[in-house]
C-alpha cells in the first residue's frame, strides 16, 4: 500500500512539472538593470576591503597624473555601492524590452531618406525583458576559437546570462585574401643620334661643315623622396586586404541582419560594436551611397531597441557614436534623441550613479561607454555633463591600475574565469576601448593627462601581451604576483583593430616612428587572423580601424 502511494504521488508530481508553462527564453533571462545590481550586490558581499580600496589605482606614476573626485573618496567598507535593492535604484532599474513586437520600426529608409519612425510610435510599446542570452554566445565563440563576445563587465557574474564576459583566447585565419602587388615598368633611356659627319666637297662652294652634334645625356631616373607621414597610406601593410574584406564581408553583414530567417535577438545581436557607425563609416571611406542602406538598416533595429526603453539598456549595449554620425549626416531627429538617451540613462551614466560603482577596471568598459555617451550628446548639442570629468579621472585610473600601481584585480568570485578570481588581471582588448574613449576625450578637453596614460598603456602592452609568432595579442591573462612575469598565451587577432589606432594616434602625436612600426604589425596581424563571418565580429574589427588608417597616413 506504502508503494503504491509513493508511486502515484511520483506520478502526479512529474505530471505537474510537465504541464507547468514554462518561462519564454526571453523572460527567463530578466532584465539588464536587476541583473547587473545582483552581481553587483554579490561581489559587494564577497570582495575583501583590501581589494576594493586597491582597485582604483592614484594614477601619479609614470607620467600618469590623475585627481580622483571627491564622490571616490569613500572607505573601503562602502566603496562598492549600497544594499538597496534594484527598485529603490534609478540607476539600476531599467528595463530593456526586445526589439520584437508590432512596433518595432522598420528595417530601410524612410520616404525622407532619415529612417525610423514617429518617437511616440517607437516609445510606446510595452516594456520586455533584456533580449539576448549572451553567456551561449560567448560560450559558442570561445569554443569555436572566434575571439570574444566581449558584452558583459569582466566582473559579472555567470549566473546572468545577459552580462557574462568574453570567451575564447584564440584566433583563426581569415578565408579572405586579396593580391597587393602591382607591376610598374622602369622607363628606358631616350636614343641619341650619332654626330652628324662633314658632307662631301662639291665643285660648288659650300659653307664650311658644321660641327657634329653631342650626344644628349639622358637625365638621371629621380630618387624617390622618403615616405612622409602625409604618403602613410599607400604603405600600410594589408591596406589592400582591409579593404576588401571591408566590402565582402561587410556585404555579408549587412545581408545577414536583414534575413527574414534571424529572430529578433539575432538581428539586434547583428549590430553590436555600433554597426550603425561601422556602415557609416564604409559609405564615407568608399563614396558609395548603398552602404546608407545598410546604416539605416542596423538604426532601425538598434534604435527601436534604445528607443522602447528610452535608453534604459545595460552599460556594455551603450553605442551612441553611430547616432551622431546620423544625426550629422542625415539631420535624423530620432537619432539625435536615442543618442542623448543613452547618455542619460544608460547604466552607470545617470548623474545619481555612486562613482565607485566604475572605480575597479573590471567596469572600463562601462565608463569608457559612457565617456564616450558624454561627448556624443555635447556634440548633439547637450551642455557637458559635470560627471564627464570624473569619468575621465576614472579612465585614467584604470590605466594606472592595469600597468603603474597594478592594483587591478579580477573580482572574487570569478565564475566565467575561476582560476583567475583575485588575481592581478589583464584584457588588451578592454585597454583598447579605455585608450579609444580616452583619445576622444582629449579631442574635446586636449586635457595634457592622456597622451602620458595612452603611451604607459601602448608600452606596457607590446612588451608584455604581445605574441609575436599569432602576430597578435593575448585576449586575457592573470598572475597572483604582479611583480612576475604572465604565463605563456596565445595570441587574439580578432581584438587587434580595437587596439591597434592607438599605436597609430600616437605616432600622429608624437612622429615617433616607433608606434607607426608596431601598430603596422598589430594592423597587419588582425587583418590577416581575424574571422570576420558573424556580423559582430565584422563590426568589432572596423568599428575603429578606420581611425587607423586616417592617423596613420596623415
Not at 54 to 75: I, L
Not at 92 to 118: E, F, I, L, Q, T
Not at 183 to 198: D, F
Amino acid at each position: 500500500m506504502r508503494t503504491r502511494s509513493l508511486t502515484t504521488w511520483a506520478y502526479t508530481f512529474s505530471l505537474l512539472c510537465v504541464l507547468a508553462p514554462a518561462p519564454s527564453f526571453t523572460d527567463s533571462l530578466g532584465d539588464a538593470a536587476s541583473a547587473e545590481e545582483r552581481r553587483r550586490a554579490a561581489r559587494e558581499s564577497s570582495s575583501s576591503p583590501t581589494a576594493k580600496s586597491s582597485s582604483r589605482g592614484s594614477g601619479k606614476a609614470a607620467g600618469v597624473s590623475v585627481s580622483e573626485p571627491s564622490a571616490t573618496t569613500s572607505t573601503a567598507g562602502n566603496e562598492r555601492g549600497s544594499t538597496r535593492d534594484a527598485t529603490s535604484d534609478p540607476a539600476r532599474s531599467s528595463k530593456p524590452a526586445s526589439p520584437s513586437g508590432p512596433d518595432a520600426p522598420r528595417v530601410g529608409r524612410s520616404a525622407s531618406g532619415h529612417g525610423g519612425g514617429s518617437a511616440a510610435g517607437v516609445a510606446a510599446t510595452s516594456m520586455r525583458r533584456v533580449y539576448n542570452n549572451q553567456a551561449l554566445l560567448e560560450l559558442r565563440d570561445r569554443s569555436l576559437s572566434r575571439g570574444t563576445f566581449s558584452q558583459a563587465t569582466d566582473g559579472e557574474s555567470s549566473s546572468d546570462p545577459t552580462s557574462s564576459t568574453s570567451g575564447g583566447a584564440s584566433s583563426s585565419s581569415s578565408s579572405q585574401s586579396s593580391s597587393t602587388s602591382s607591376s610598374t615598368s622602369t622607363p628606358s633611356a631616350p636614343s641619341s643620334p650619332g654626330p652628324v659627319p662633314p658632307r662631301e666637297p662639291t665643285t660648288t662652294p659650300t659653307p664650311a661643315p658644321s660641327k657634329p652634334t653631342a650626344t644628349p645625356t639622358p637625365a638621371p631616373t629621380p630618387t624617390p623622396a622618403a615616405p612622409s607621414r602625409g604618403d602613410g597610406l599607400a604603405a600600410i601593410p594589408e591596406l589592400s586586404r582591409w579593404k576588401t574584406q571591408m566590402l565582402t564581408y561587410g556585404q555579408k553583414a549587412c545581408t545577414t541582419q536583414a534575413s527574414a530567417a534571424m529572430t529578433d535577438d539575432e538581428r539586434l545581436g547583428s549590430t553590436y560594436y555600433d554597426a550603425t557607425r561601422v556602415y557609416e563609416q564604409i559609405a564615407d571611406f568608399t563614396g558609395q551611397s548603398g552602404w546608407e542602406d545598410c546604416a539605416e538598416k542596423a538604426k532601425a533595429i538598434y534604435r527601436g531597441y534604445v528607443l522602447r526603453n528610452q535608453g534604459n539598456v545595460p552599460g556594455y549595449w551603450n553605442f551612441t557614436t553611430g547616432f551622431r554620425m546620423d544625426w550629422e549626416r542625415n539631420g535624423d531627429a530620432l537619432s539625435k534623441q536615442a543618442g542623448i538617451l543613452l547618455s542619460q540613462h544608460a547604466a552607470y551614466c545617470r548623474d545619481d550613479t555612486p562613482l565607485n560603482w566604475t572605480a575597479p577596471t573590471h567596469a572600463s568598459r562601462e565608463t569608457a561607454y559612457c565617456l564616450l555617451s558624454y561627448l556624443n550628446a555635447e556634440a548633439l548639442g547637450q551642455p557637458r555633463r559635470a560627471r564627464m570629468a570624473s569619468l575621465a579621472n576614472q579612465a585614467l585610473g584604470h590605466i594606472d591600475s592595469w600597468f603603474v600601481s597594478k592594483t587591478s584585480r579580477a573580482p572574487n568570485p570569478f565564475q566565467l574565469v575561476p582560476q583567475a578570481a583575485g588575481t592581478y588581471y589583464v584584457q588588451p582588448f578592454m585597454v583598447g576601448l579605455t585608450m579609444q574613449a580616452l583619445i576622444r576625450y582629449w579631442d574635446a578637453t586636449h586635457d595634457p593627462r592622456v597622451q602620458p596614460a595612452v603611451k604607459v598603456a601602448l608600452d606596457w602592452l607590446w612588451a608584455r601581451a604581445w605574441v609575436s609568432g599569432d602576430r597578435a595579442f593575448w585576449y586575457e591573462n592573470w598572475a597572483s604576483d604582479p611583480s612576475k612575469p604572465f604565463p605563456s598565451k596565445a595570441g587574439a587577432a580578432d581584438l587587434n583593430l580595437l587596439i591597434a589606432p592607438a599605436f597609430a594616434w600616437m605616432y600622429h602625436q608624437t612622429g615617433d616612428d616607433t608606434y607607426r612600426d608596431r601598430g603596422d604589425q598589430v594592423f597587419a596581424g588582425g587583418v590577416k587572423g581575424a574571422w570576420l563571418d558573424g556580423p559582430k565580429q565584422f563590426n568589432q574589427n572596423y568599428m575603429w580601424s578606420f581611425d587607423y588608417v586616417k592617423w596613420r597616413s596623415e
